[in-house]
């Protein structure tokens, strides 16, 4: 993947061809208005979802007494009936019932009426806002159980590869008891292994990983990419032999968890297949532009927009820079070239950190995906930003990339017949949702009351002064048996919080980027007695964290809210982690005037936060709301130069 948005150099006929949705008229009043009206529609469409879901709960009791034989009698129906007449309500309450009553057999688990009203409301391509907790694992197993019985193949998309396994591995049995198989997409899996995944009948893979797929079957088909060679070669690549099949099958229905993360977070950044070249931008080259960075100064030869990773040159920067590339051959003797060397490596210096936006690992970059926490060792950055990385850190030079596809993640979510998902967190982003990919959101009612208790927020001057509370307040919790999370959005912080946490003599874990291996561990763990986890984002999203005995009795588990992210959906579903299907909890709010997402806002704020520092919490509700705006604006402008490049090329017939 690349941060940035790189034509492809390559653009087959699979990516030329319209996608199944039309693009949306993005800012045409008509476009504004459904959306809006489709939010404003929520209310019915969730009453109709939680009419199924009661009458689907009392039909799955009224089948538990009957044999095993009866109930294959009723699955048997269910699936024919579904295939004659479709997914209407009598038919859809009764398969829901069937795929419940498989659960309770095989899971031991009793899906209540709110997760078979989450599955009525998928299964007519809705995005169903569920709250964090309440079940929707497995109200996407039955919504998958009743498209995959009419006949549709069905991908269940998950936010990582982790997920992915669990939920695959957790919920096999249940499908296997309706007679329906169960395949699993994780990175590094060989192609034959995908292949024998991607037949059977519900897959569950992440987003990354089934939009990379679907970029390789397009590379390795000569029809597609035009040229029969290079077709062969890149098949050769990816582990293909000439002329066999595709890997994936037709994209017919998506049901992704955390649909915001999946088609909102990550949507801002285009999908890239690339290969290594030789070219004129040398590991010499690169030394020299990050070298000669360091004489550039800030405002007067350079801006940064904390949005994007590679700051913009000001006319003075660029009079300078023609200055010096004079006496210089090579690259330096373009303007576009030089420039971008420039701009790249300054963002290394002053925008890109280690520990933040990417990791050293055994001598190579590995990048941080910001929106999940996780590492993404197949992704890189574009327009030199890498290369310039390995040069400051001092790693073997991987080279320059060539572009050979890329695909935004709506266009290809849009290629889909039906997709539909779920989210604790969609309200936010339900006019998005619709506008762009056609989804309709649904609200469904939480089952049991919210026992989440918040503590008034506490506002620092500084980060020292903040660290220092919380680890003493850490410290009485492990005192007293409570379990915590102390959240943090980067593993610099989570470092810095493990610092002060050893200082005062708490005994704690860390959870981040840099231990993602023992994250199941670690995760198994963290509602223990007395437990302390310092967390990133990646315990966010589709993490269950378990009380262990005698800590509900303790007001369970709290979460420390340390450092706010860039977008409030993220700190929702942080604070998610406690509270979760009717036990208590804990939440606390800890931030300081020096928090990293108030540099989003321009200087008046500062002198104002100095005069006022009460005034922090108006700051970073108004700087998240900045980034909201932003992130949204460039994700449709990427989806606009996805279509307007389909486009050309469909008229062009490709670029070599």
């Known amino acids: 993947m690349s941060d940035a948005a790189a034509a492809p150099l390559v653009v087959p006929a699979f990516l030329r061809a319209p996608s199944r949705r039309p693009p949306p008229e993005l800012d045409s009043p008509l476009n504004w208005l459904a959306a809006r009206l489709s939010v404003l529609l929520a209310g019915r469409r969730s009453r109709q979802a939680a009419k199924d879901g009661d009458a689907a709960s009392a039909r799955a009791a009224a089948l538990a007494d009957r044999s095993e034989a009866e109930l294959a009698q009723c699955l048997a129906k269910a699936r024919a009936a579904l295939r004659a007449r479709g997914m209407r309500s009598p038919v859809l309450i009764e398969t829901l019932a069937v795929a419940a009553e498989a659960a309770r057999r095989k899971l031991g688990l009793t899906p209540f009426a709110c997760q078979l009203a989450c599955a009525s409301a998928l299964t007519g391509g809705a995005v169903a806002e569920m709250e964090t907790g309440?079940?929707?694992?497995?109200?996407?197993?039955?919504?998958?159980?009743?498209?995959?019985?009419?006949?549709?193949?069905?991908?269940?998309?998950?936010?990582?590869?982790?997920?992915?396994?669990?939920?695959?591995?957790?919920?096999?049995?249940?499908?296997?008891?309706?007679?329906?198989?169960?395949?699993?997409?994780?990175?590094?899996?060989?192609?034959?292994?995908?292949?024998?995944?991607?037949?059977?009948?519900?897959?569950?893979?992440?987003?990354?990983?089934?939009?990379?797929?679907?970029?390789?079957?397009?590379?390795?088909?000569?029809?597609?990419?035009?040229?029969?060679?290079?077709?062969?070669?890149?098949?050769?690549?990816?582990?293909?032999?000439?002329?066999?099949?595709p890997i994936q099958r037709t994209l017919d229905v998506a049901i992704v968890d955390e649909i915001d993360s999946v088609l909102v977070d990550e949507a801002g950044t285009p999908l890239?297949?690339?290969?290594?070249?030789?070219?004129?931008?040398?590991?010499?080259?690169?030394?020299?532009?990050?070298?000669?960075?360091?004489?550039?100064?800030?405002?007067?030869?350079?801006?940064?927009?904390?949005?994007?990773?590679?700051?913009?040159?000001?006319?003075?920067?660029?009079?300078?820079?023609?200055?010096?590339?004079?006496?210089?051959?090579?690259?330096?003797?373009?303007?576009?070239?030089?420039?971008?060397?420039?701009?790249?490596?300054?963002?290394?210096?002053?925008?890109?950190?280690?520990?933040?936006?990417?990791?050293?690992?055994?001598?190579?970059?590995?990048?941080?995906?910001?929106?999940?926490?996780?590492?993404?060792?197949?992704?890189?950055?574009?327009?030199?930003?890498?290369?310039?990385?390995?040069?400051?850190?001092?790693?073997?030079?991987?080279?320059?990339?060539?572009?050979?596809?890329?695909?935004?993640?709506?266009?290809?979510?849009?290629?889909?017949?039906?997709?539909?998902?779920?989210?604790?967190?969609?309200?936010?982003?339900?006019?998005?949702?619709?506008?762009?990919?056609?989804?309709?959101?649904?609200?469904?009612?939480?089952?049991?009351?919210?026992?989440?208790?918040?503590?008034?927020?506490?506002?620092?001057?500084?980060?020292?002064?903040?660290?220092?509370?919380?680890?003493?307040?850490?410290?009485?919790?492990?005192?007293?048996?409570?379990?915590?999370?102390?959240?943090?959005?980067?593993?610099?912080?989570?470092?810095?919080?493990?610092?002060?946490?050893?200082?005062?003599?708490?005994?704690?874990?860390?959870?981040?980027?840099?231990?993602?291996?023992?994250?199941a561990e670690i995760v198994a763990g963290a509602g223990q007695s007395g437990a302390i986890t310092v967390v990133t984002n990646m315990a966010g999203r589709g993490t269950d964290i378990k009380l262990g005995p005698g800590v509900a009795e303790l007001g369970g588990l709290m979460v420390m809210v340390c450092e706010r992210h860039d977008s409030r959906r993220v700190d929702r579903q942080l604070i998610g982690r406690c509270a979760r299907q009717g036990d208590p909890g804990l939440v606390m709010e800890l931030v300081s005037r020096e928090d990293s997402v108030l540099r989003l806002l321009d200087p008046f704020w500062t002198r104002i936060l100095e005069r006022r520092p009460a005034w922090t919490e108006l700051a970073i509700a108004r700087a998240q709301r900045l980034a909201d705006r932003r992130s949204r604006a460039a994700r449709l402008q990427l989806l606009r130069r996805d279509e307007q490049l389909t486009q050309v090329m469909g008229f062009a017939g490709g670029l070599d």
């Open 272 to 519: 890239l297949i690339s290969t290594n070249r030789p070219g004129e931008i040398s590991e010499t080259v690169a030394r020299e532009a990050y070298d000669l960075a360091e004489h550039f100064v800030p405002a007067r030869d350079f801006t940064i927009d904390p949005f994007i990773l590679t700051p913009a040159l000001t006319p003075h920067g660029q009079e300078r820079l023609a200055e010096i590339a004079l006496g210089k051959s090579g690259p330096w003797r373009v303007r576009l070239i030089r420039e971008e060397l420039l701009r790249a490596a300054i963002g290394t210096r002053y925008v890109l950190q280690k520990d933040q936006h990417y990791l050293v690992r055994d001598g190579k970059i590995v990048l941080i995906d910001q929106s999940s926490g996780r590492v993404t060792p197949d992704r890189h950055w574009s327009h030199g930003l890498s290369l310039m990385v390995e040069v400051k850190e001092n790693c073997v030079s991987t080279g320059e990339k060539k572009s050979l596809a890329s695909i935004s993640f709506q266009r290809f979510f849009r290629q889909y017949a039906t997709i539909c998902g779920t989210s604790g967190t969609a309200r936010e982003v339900a006019a998005e949702l619709h506008s762009v990919y056609g989804l309709k959101p649904a609200w469904i009612a939480r089952r049991l009351p919210l026992r989440r208790v918040t503590a008034p927020r506490r506002v620092f001057a500084n980060r020292d002064a903040l660290w220092a509370e919380a680890a003493r307040i850490a410290c009485v919790l492990q005192k007293r048996g409570q379990p915590a999370l102390v959240a943090v959005r980067s593993v610099r912080e989570a470092d810095r919080a493990s610092a002060a946490l050893c200082k005062a003599g708490v005994v704690h874990r860390v959870l981040s980027a840099a231990q993602d291996d023992a994250e």
């Open 134 to 245: 309440e079940g929707k694992t497995l109200a996407a197993y039955l919504a998958a159980a009743v498209f995959a019985l009419a006949g549709r193949g069905v991908h269940i998309v998950t936010a990582n590869d982790y997920l992915a396994r669990r939920d695959a591995d957790y919920l096999r049995p249940a499908f296997a008891a309706l007679g329906l198989s169960v395949g699993v997409v994780v990175g590094g899996d060989e192609p034959a292994a995908r292949r024998a995944a991607y037949g059977a009948e519900i897959v569950y893979i992440s987003s990354k990983e089934v939009a990379f797929d679907y970029l390789r079957d397009g590379l390795t088909r000569p029809a597609e990419t035009g040229d029969r060679r290079l077709a062969a070669k890149l098949a050769r690549v990816f582990g293909k032999a000439a002329g066999e099949e």
